[in-house]
């Protein structure tokens, strides 16, 4: 897939230079909002027609807080989800008067209903796409190196952008106070930092994200590297899996 020059010298684009604010763009390569409701549902291991909707939206707006503050650009969809989600709490906390009709509609249905239809339609998706993706557990390289293989008795998962998300949140949480820095201008920019991810995945082939991060961790350099990767995924250069017993999140260089 990649030749010799294709990311030695990275330019996504060419739409920021260096003195702008980096921004991904998530275009269809990443989850939309429903797949973001369904993530936070199976999260909190709950029930789609008993859905706590304070609960729910909540963290909805907490992830979409999150990425903005992560220069992340977020469709329009996400922001219609929200104020549905939140349109449906209002509902839910007006109190309920003694001439309202027994059978009057439970106001999550709104989002119940469409949200059945979704996993239906990603189930399906999901099984059509089954024959085409016999190699899904293998990632080759196109390369004159060795290639290289998921462990065939290792069972992994796609990671998504939820969970991308959520690991990083874990490395932020886990910051001491001294590491707890802000940006400054002499923060390497995002560019930078995907040509270090590819020299490293170049030699290496795969890396987890504890060899990502070796050596001194500093706030910044997790949220430099959160956009980088997530930057990779975007134009295809690398795919991310998670071992599903032990949870490792693994990057493969396609």
Same mark, same amino acid.
């Given at each position: 897939?990649?030749?010799?020059?294709?990311?030695?010298?990275?330019?996504?684009?060419?739409?920021?230079?260096? =003195?702008?604010?980096?921004?991904?763009?998530?275009?269809?390569?990443?989850? &939309?909002?429903? @797949?973001?409701?369904?993530?936070?549902?199976?999260?909190?291991?709950?029930?789609?027609?008993?859905?706590?909707?304070?609960?729910?939206?909540? #963290?909805?707006?907490?992830?979409?807080?999150?990425?903005?503050?992560?220069?992340?650009?977020?469709?329009?969809?996400?922001?219609?989800?929200?104020?549905? *989600?939140? #349109?449906?709490?209002?509902?839910? *906390?007006?109190?309920?008067?003694?001439?309202?009709?027994?059978?009057?509609? @439970?106001?999550?249905?709104?989002?119940?209903?469409?949200?059945?239809?979704?996993?239906?339609?990603?189930?399906?998706?999901?099984?059509?796409?089954?024959?085409?993706?016999? &190699?899904?557990?293998?990632?080759?390289?196109?390369?004159?190196?060795?290639?290289?293989? +998921?462990?065939? @008795?290792?069972?992994?998962?796609?990671?998504?952008?939820?969970?991308?998300?959520?690991?990083?949140?874990?490395?932020? @949480?886990?910051?001491?106070?001294? #590491?707890?820095?802000?940006?400054?201008?002499?923060?390497?920019?995002?560019?930078?930092?995907?040509?270090?991810?590819? =020299?490293?995945?170049?030699?290496?082939?795969?890396?987890?994200?504890?060899?990502?991060?070796?050596?001194?961790?500093?706030?910044?350099?997790?949220?430099?590297?959160?956009?980088?990767? *997530?930057?990779?995924?975007? +134009?295809? +250069?690398?795919?991310?899996?998670?071992?599903?017993?032990?949870?490792?999140?693994? *990057?493969?260089?396609?």
């Amino acid at each position: 897939m990649n030749d010799e020059s294709t990311y030695s010298q990275y330019d996504p684009d060419e739409e920021a230079s260096d =003195d702008e604010v980096y921004r991904v763009r998530l275009e269809n390569v990443f989850e &939309g909002p429903m @797949d973001l409701l369904v993530y936070l549902i199976k999260k909190n291991e709950v029930d789609i027609w008993d859905i706590p909707v304070a609960l729910i939206t909540s #963290q909805y707006l907490e992830y979409i807080e999150w990425m903005k503050q992560m220069n992340i650009d977020l469709a329009g969809d996400f922001l219609v989800m929200a104020a549905t *989600l939140t #349109q449906i709490k209002s509902k839910m *906390l007006l109190p309920v008067h003694e001439d309202v009709e027994e059978g009057a509609e @439970d106001p999550r249905l709104e989002i119940a209903r469409p949200l059945a239809e979704y996993l239906k339609m990603k189930k399906a998706a999901e099984e059509l796409a089954t024959r085409a993706l016999l &190699g899904e557990h293998t990632f080759v390289r196109q390369s004159d190196k060795s290639d290289f293989a +998921v462990d065939p @008795d290792e069972e992994v998962v796609k990671v998504g952008l939820f969970e991308l998300i959520d690991a990083f949140r874990r490395l932020l @949480d886990n910051l001491s106070p001294e #590491q707890r820095i802000e940006f400054s201008t002499d923060t390497i920019s995002v560019k930078d930092r995907i040509n270090e991810l590819v =020299d490293i995945l170049e030699e290496k082939g795969s890396a987890t994200f504890e060899e990502l991060f070796s050596g001194e961790v500093t706030k910044e350099g997790i949220i430099v590297t959160f956009l980088a990767i *997530l930057e990779m995924v975007r +134009v295809r +250069v690398v795919r991310v899996v998670q071992n599903v017993s032990t949870g490792i999140i693994r *990057l493969f260089y396609l």
